[in-house]
């Protein structure tokens, strides 16, 4: 090819990937197990293969060599050569053109054929069939960066975790339908880095936002043949790369620009990530990058059939974090999203995966042991999704520590506690302070706990007051999908409703779930368009709904019913963040006294007195009293009382502080009125709504 040589140079083995110098790229890619590998490279518009160099040198199990001349935008991947055998793991093919696992930018899309598989499909034993067809004209290529960018004075807003709030939002679904945003930029990074946008968060006291998959991933086969799409993104092909419909142009550099003005406004990014599987799913599945490369390296196979994937993500394929080089992989991934997007986080899906050896989960397991050393790693914000479908992978609080959780037992717990449900106002009440029970030991504080009412997976909060039954017949799996039990209600209609009664039911439940999110110990998440009751008409499973289903609706933001919510959440979040004790660093017990008589922590009924042990076990109990008490930096004490009514009734709680000035911060029932004083000595609760209190004392001297 004109201005390239005959053959590469021999390069370097690391760094793995594409590394352009300004003179020429090095290319250097792992694979243990193949015979020879070939880099392939294409015309501008990713169609026709222009030329082929075999990678000259095999170095610590890395193939590389080093290209002059080779130019930034270059598009290019690899093909590997090496045994063809099943029933040994090995499923080299040649005729796959493969990505690049370090590609920093992907170009094209993958056009879907039977091409795109190792093996013939349809053919008896299919897996173990050999397809020869090529794979390249539909085959997304690797793109050669230039990662350099100005950050300037970019600072990480470092919020400390107890200060934490955090919102979690998909990219695309976050501003498709936000029409102050320009409408070329909309569903991108331009869009989420827009100063409207922006401000949102801001009004609402947000400090973090949490991204579903931003890495490139594959569309699914059988979904686009029923004309849905992933929308969700839990589908990685590559770990280096963002998902290019995420970019409203063709530079990385449109995600370092939302990063900085986002840290600009005191705001951190949080990246929920998939390294648990990659797209090429089972054995069964297409060869587009790990599999070809080296199948036996990049998975986990059954030990005595490893012409078999283990499968205990659900999604038909394991990596396998057990060999050094794809944790390696994994790492560098993690590092290179923090050095060259500044990124401040990480929620790792199905993080149990992350954390299996050969005999099964373990907090000391190599992962975990190797993020937690790492000098850039160990420094930002971890979250671990603590399950998957593998033997033993409910592993919720068992996460080492530095790492926080997301804790569906707060958000199936609250949901209970709220329609009305008996034998809860145990189980609530250990959940409002912090999950002790699962989360204290080994050093761990309450901000372990990830607090949620909702999330990306499952109902959204106005359709957990609105809906009984799911409802995801436009999934196209007859409603089979998704959980069946989400410990909702729908208070008298299935769905929409002109009802009244039924309507203030519903709100005034509603605002007792995010009174609870917000003022429970631990860290309070709000998923995105909660704050002005979004809807996905009761699907609780919108993986592949790429349409207003998912999509947050600004229209409804702006109503007023919508401007109300989303104010009351903002007043919510400032309680919290004036008031310490709400987000205290350490868990409460009842044992210290900030002042006399007063403990950190106190249960009562609504005689004001200490709930007894016989009380808590009895089902039928469902109202009670929660004071909390801790010393200001004034050095005062400050006194904070949540006042709980989930019944249908009406009740009168006696304030278990008496003698003291007592305001009242906010009704949830009432959530326009203004703070107020207290002059008697009991207040009212209405029917399912929450009462906050405040009062402040005198320390006695040290």
């Given at each position: 090819?004109?201005?390239?040589p005959?053959?590469?140079?021999?390069?370097?083995?690391?760094?793995?990937?594409?590394?352009?110098?300004?003179?020429?790229?090095?290319?250097?890619?792992?694979?243990?197990?193949a015979q020879?590998i070939?880099?392939c490279?294409?015309?501008?518009?990713g169609?026709?293969?222009?030329?082929?160099?075999?990678?000259?040198?095999?170095?610590?199990?890395?193939?590389?060599?080093?290209?002059?001349?080779a130019?930034?935008?270059?598009?290019?991947g690899?093909?590997?050569?090496?045994?063809?055998?099943?029933?040994?793991?090995?499923?080299?093919?040649?005729?796959?053109?493969?990505l690049?696992p370090y590609?920093?930018r992907?170009?094209?899309?993958?056009?879907?054929?039977?091409?795109?598989?190792?093996?013939?499909?349809?053919?008896?034993?299919?897996?173990?069939?050999f397809?020869?067809?090529?794979?390249?004209p539909?085959?997304?290529?690797?793109?050669?960066?230039?990662?350099?960018?100005?950050?300037?004075?970019?600072?990480?807003p470092?919020?400390?975790?107890?200060?934490?709030?955090?919102?979690?939002?998909?990219?695309?679904?976050?501003?498709?339908?936000?029409?102050?945003?320009r409408?070329?930029e909309?569903?991108t990074f331009?869009?989420l880095?827009?100063?409207?946008?922006?401000?949102?968060?801001?009004?609402?006291?947000?400090?973090?936002?949490?991204?579903?998959?931003?890495?490139a991933?594959?569309?699914?086969?059988?979904?686009?043949?029923?004309?849905?799409?992933?929308?969700?993104?839990?589908?990685t092909?590559?770990?280096?790369a963002?998902?290019?419909?995420?970019l409203?142009?063709?530079?990385?550099?449109?995600?370092?620009?939302?990063?900085?003005?986002?840290?600009?406004?005191?705001?951190e990014?949080?990246?929920?990530?998939?390294?648990?599987?990659?797209?090429?799913?089972?054995?069964?599945?297409?060869?587009?990058?790990?599999?070809?490369?080296?199948?036996s390296?990049?998975?986990?196979?059954?030990?005595?059939?490893?012409?078999?994937?283990?499968?205990e993500?659900?999604?038909g394929n394991?990596l396998?974090?057990?060999?050094s080089?794809?944790?390696?992989m994994?790492?560098?991934?993690l590092?290179?999203?923090?050095?060259?997007?500044?990124v401040?986080?990480?929620?790792?899906?199905?993080?149990?995966?992350?954390?299996?050896e050969?005999?099964?989960?373990?907090?000391?397991?190599?992962?975990?042991?190797?993020?937690?050393?790492?000098?850039?790693?160990?420094?930002v914000?971890?979250?671990?999704e603590?399950?998957?479908?593998?033997?033993?992978?409910?592993?919720?609080?068992?996460?080492?520590?530095?790492?926080?959780?997301?804790?569906?037992?707060?958000?199936?717990?609250?949901?209970?506690?709220?329609?009305?449900?008996?034998g809860?106002?145990?189980?609530?009440?250990?959940?409002?302070a912090?999950?002790?029970?699962?989360?204290?030991r080994?050093a761990r504080?309450?901000?372990?706990?990830?607090?949620?009412?909702?999330?990306h997976?499952?109902?959204?909060?106005?359709?957990?007051?609105?809906?009984?039954?799911k409802?995801?017949?436009?999934n196209?799996?007859?409603?089979?999908?998704?959980?069946?039990?989400?410990?909702?209600?729908?208070?008298?209609?299935?769905?929409?409703t002109?009802?009244?009664?039924i309507?203030?039911?519903?709100?005034?439940?509603?605002?007792?779930l995010?009174?609870?999110?917000?003022?429970?110990h631990?860290?309070?998440?709000?998923?995105?368009?909660?704050?002005?009751?979004?809807?996905?008409?009761?699907?609780?499973?919108?993986?592949?709904?790429?349409?207003?289903?998912?999509?947050?609706?600004?229209?409804?933001?702006?109503?007023?019913?919508?401007?109300?919510?989303?104010?009351?959440?903002?007043?919510l979040?400032?309680?919290r963040?004036?008031?310490?004790v709400?987000?205290?660093?350490?868990?409460l017990?009842?044992?210290?006294?900030?002042?006399?008589?007063?403990l950190?922590?106190?249960?009562?009924d609504?005689?004001?007195?200490?709930?007894s042990?016989?009380s808590?076990?009895?089902?039928?109990?469902?109202?009670?009293?929660?004071?909390r008490?801790?010393?200001?930096?004034?050095?005062r004490?400050?006194?904070?009382?949540?006042f709980?009514?989930?019944s249908?009734?009406?009740?009168?709680?006696?304030?278990?502080?008496?003698?003291?000035?007592?305001?009242?911060?906010?009704?949830?029932?009432?959530?326009?009125?203004?703070?107020?004083?207290?002059?008697?000595e009991?207040?009212?609760?209405?029917?399912?709504?929450?009462?906050?209190?405040?009062?402040?004392i005198?320390?006695?001297?040290p």
């Amino acid at each position: 090819m004109a201005g390239y040589p005959d053959r590469l140079e021999p390069g370097s083995p690391y760094p793995l990937g594409a590394t352009w110098d300004g003179l020429g790229t090095n290319f250097a890619v792992f694979s243990a197990h193949a015979q020879r590998i070939d880099l392939c490279l294409f015309d501008p518009q990713g169609k026709r293969q222009i030329a082929t160099y075999a990678l000259p040198e095999f170095t610590d199990e890395v193939w590389h060599g080093y290209l002059p001349n080779a130019q930034l935008g270059l598009l290019y991947g690899y093909r590997a050569h090496g045994p063809y055998e099943p029933q040994r793991g090995y499923r080299f093919n040649p005729h796959k053109l493969l990505l690049d696992p370090y590609a920093r930018r992907i170009a094209g899309e993958l056009k879907w054929s039977d091409a795109l598989f190792g093996h013939r499909v349809n053919s008896p034993r299919a897996d173990l069939s050999f397809d020869r067809r090529d794979s390249g004209p539909g085959m997304v290529k690797g793109v050669v960066t230039d990662e350099s960018f100005n950050w300037a004075d970019d600072r990480p807003p470092n919020v400390p975790w107890s200060d934490t709030v955090i919102y979690e939002a998909h990219v695309r679904g976050l501003t498709m339908l936000c029409e102050d945003v320009r409408a070329n930029e909309r569903g991108t990074f331009a869009a989420l880095a827009d100063p409207k946008v922006i401000d949102h968060l801001r009004r609402l006291g947000i400090t973090a936002v949490e991204l579903l998959p931003i890495h490139a991933f594959v569309q699914d086969r059988n979904l686009l043949e029923k004309g849905l799409r992933n929308y969700w993104g839990y589908n990685t092909l590559g770990f280096f790369a963002i998902e290019p419909r995420y970019l409203s142009g063709q530079s990385n550099h449109e995600m370092r620009v939302a990063v900085r003005r986002l840290h600009a406004a005191g705001i951190e990014v949080i990246l929920d990530v998939v390294y648990n599987h990659t797209a090429e799913g089972s054995e069964m599945g297409p060869t587009l990058s790990f599999r070809g490369l080296d199948n036996s390296s990049y998975y986990r196979l059954v030990p005595d059939n490893p012409r078999h994937c283990i499968n205990e993500t659900g999604t038909g394929n394991t990596l396998n974090l057990t060999n050094s080089r794809v944790l390696q992989m994994v790492m560098d991934s993690l590092r290179y999203w923090v050095t060259h997007y500044h990124v401040d986080g990480f929620r790792f899906d199905l993080g149990v995966t992350l954390g299996r050896e050969t005999y099964g989960f373990d907090p000391s397991g190599g992962f975990f042991d190797a993020l937690r050393q790492d000098p850039i790693l160990s420094r930002v914000k971890l979250i671990s999704e603590p399950w998957d479908i593998g033997p033993g992978g409910y592993q919720l609080g068992q996460h080492p520590p530095g790492f926080a959780e997301w804790n569906d037992r707060f958000r199936d717990g609250i949901r209970r506690f709220w329609r009305g449900d008996t034998g809860q106002r145990a189980e609530f009440a250990a959940r409002l302070a912090g999950s002790s029970d699962l989360f204290d030991r080994h050093a761990r504080r309450p901000w372990a706990s990830v607090n949620y009412a909702a999330s990306h997976d499952g109902y959204t909060l106005a359709d957990a007051v609105s809906y009984e039954q799911k409802h995801n017949e436009a999934n196209g799996e007859e409603n089979r999908d998704g959980h069946n039990e989400n410990y909702s209600a729908n208070w008298g209609a299935e769905g929409p409703t002109d009802d009244p009664k039924i309507g203030a039911t519903r709100a005034r439940v509603q605002q007792g779930l995010l009174a609870t999110v917000f003022f429970s110990h631990g860290t309070p998440m709000l998923l995105a368009g909660d704050e002005f009751s979004r809807t996905q008409r009761g699907n609780n499973n919108a993986y592949c709904q790429d349409n207003d289903i998912s999509w947050l609706d600004w229209a409804q933001a702006q109503s007023p019913e919508g401007v109300a919510l989303a104010a009351y959440v903002a007043r919510l979040i400032r309680i919290r963040h004036a008031n310490p004790v709400l987000r205290c660093r350490h868990f409460l017990h009842g044992k210290e006294e900030p002042a006399p008589g007063i403990l950190d922590i106190a249960w009562f009924d609504t005689h004001g007195e200490i709930i007894s042990p016989d009380s808590w076990n009895d089902p039928q109990k469902r109202l009670f009293a929660v004071r909390r008490a801790a010393k200001n930096d004034d050095g005062r004490v400050a006194i904070l009382t949540l006042f709980l009514n989930p019944s249908e009734n009406d009740r009168v709680f006696r304030l278990p502080t008496q003698n003291v000035p007592t305001r009242l911060l906010i009704d949830s029932a009432a959530p326009d009125e203004e703070e107020s004083d207290i002059a008697a000595e009991e207040i009212t609760v209405v029917a399912r709504s929450a009462v906050l209190t405040k009062s402040v004392i005198e320390a006695p001297p040290p």
